[in-house]
């Protein structure tokens, strides 16, 4: 159980040492593509952070050859989401709070486009309800609507680099990371930093998950109970500490429009793996799952098109996340 602990602790450092180093090259890449900063956070840094879960999914649903294996996938799919409509939203809530002084902020106002947000919003929750639509029903043609999930993923990326722009606070970039001395490193130097970076990403989070699975059976945790809490939760860390790392330095539209794109990218591509390759049948908890992240983005939907969002009520919307463990809690208690 030490050896167990210890590595979760490493490999929780080890992911956020890597996103400091993710976060810096991304910016940098994008910087070299022209791409406006808001499209580096939506699309650049939620694509690369997303892509080893994306594919853990991929693999339970197209290759797993019984139906808890598929169910693994259709949790992550589902999980992934949650996650990140409440917790992350909280940790830039709570970031924003633990480093006003620093940041010289003379109140806890979140500094973003309050409009792209609502409509970001808006756009989650059409989604999460056609989601959550088919999960209940079963009908012939269904994995063809896989199709559309990728259509509206493809339709998001495009809208967010046609419509992306920069602040000036977020023109202003470190150097990058592996060439410190290169005031202008090349787009081959930002890409390379940031490949090394997703790998000791996706290695550290195989590792913190297994560990954080580990810890849940010796405590006697439910297997379904530490698949549908925890998992998600070491999931989406890598997303969570890209947005805790930009809200540090000021940069929140950033950590927002990098937890936006990862939503987004759950809310579809997963989505359609599932139902491509399973019935995307919904058991209790997964509609529970399904509900509670709705009712989270409309939540926020309400906070973000009042155009003028508090970070420490963005810290209440985790309270959604705790509802949901008390609900599966419950439901595996009976």
């Not at 090349?186 to 297994?210: D, E, K, P, R, W």
Request: proline share 4%.
């Amino acid at each position: 159980m030490f050896f167990t602990i210890i590595l979760f602790i490493l490999s929780a450092v080890a992911i956020y040492i890597a996103c400091e180093f993710f976060v810096n090259g991304i910016e940098w890449f994008g910087h070299r593509l022209n791409l406006g900063a808001t499209a580096v956070g939506s699309v650049l840094a939620a694509f690369g952070t997303a892509l080893p879960e994306s594919a853990v999914t991929f693999m339970a649903v197209a290759f797993g050859k019984t139906s808890a294996q598929k169910d693994i996938g259709i949790g992550a799919a589902m999980g992934g989401p949650l996650v990140l409509a409440t917790l992350a939203y909280a940790v830039v809530g709570a970031a924003l709070i633990f480093h006003r002084r620093k940041l010289q902020r003379v109140n806890h106002q979140v500094q973003v486009d309050h409009v792209r947000l609502s409509h970001d919003q808006a756009a989650f929750l059409a989604v999460f309800i056609v989601k959550v639509g088919l999960g209940l029903v079963a009908f012939a043609y269904k994995p063809w609507l896989g199709l559309l999930f990728l259509a509206t993923y493809a339709g998001y990326v495009w809208r967010e680099i046609q419509t992306s722009d920069t602040a000036p606070e977020e023109e202003q970039l470190e150097p990058l990371k592996f060439y410190p001395s290169v005031a202008e490193p090349s787009l081959n130097c930002a890409a390379f930093q940031v490949t090394c970076a997703l790998i000791v990403i996706s290695i550290a989070s195989h590792v913190f998950v297994g560990q954080l699975e580990a810890i849940g059976t010796a405590l006697n945790c439910s297997p379904h109970l530490v698949a549908l809490l925890l998992s998600p939760v070491a999931t989406e860390l890598p997303e969570t500490m890209n947005a805790l790392i930009w809200v540090r330095q000021g940069k929140e539209r950033l950590a927002l429009a990098n937890i936006s794109g990862a939503m987004m990218i759950q809310a579809t591509i997963p989505s359609a793996l599932g139902i491509f390759f399973t019935p995307w049948l919904f058991d209790g908890p997964l509609l529970a799952s399904g509900i509670i992240t709705a009712f989270a983005i409309a939540f926020l939907w309400q906070l973000f098109r009042r155009g003028v969002v508090d970070g420490r009520k963005l810290l209440i919307v985790s309270g959604f996340y705790g509802v949901f463990a008390l609900l599966v809690a419950f439901y595996f208690s009976q």
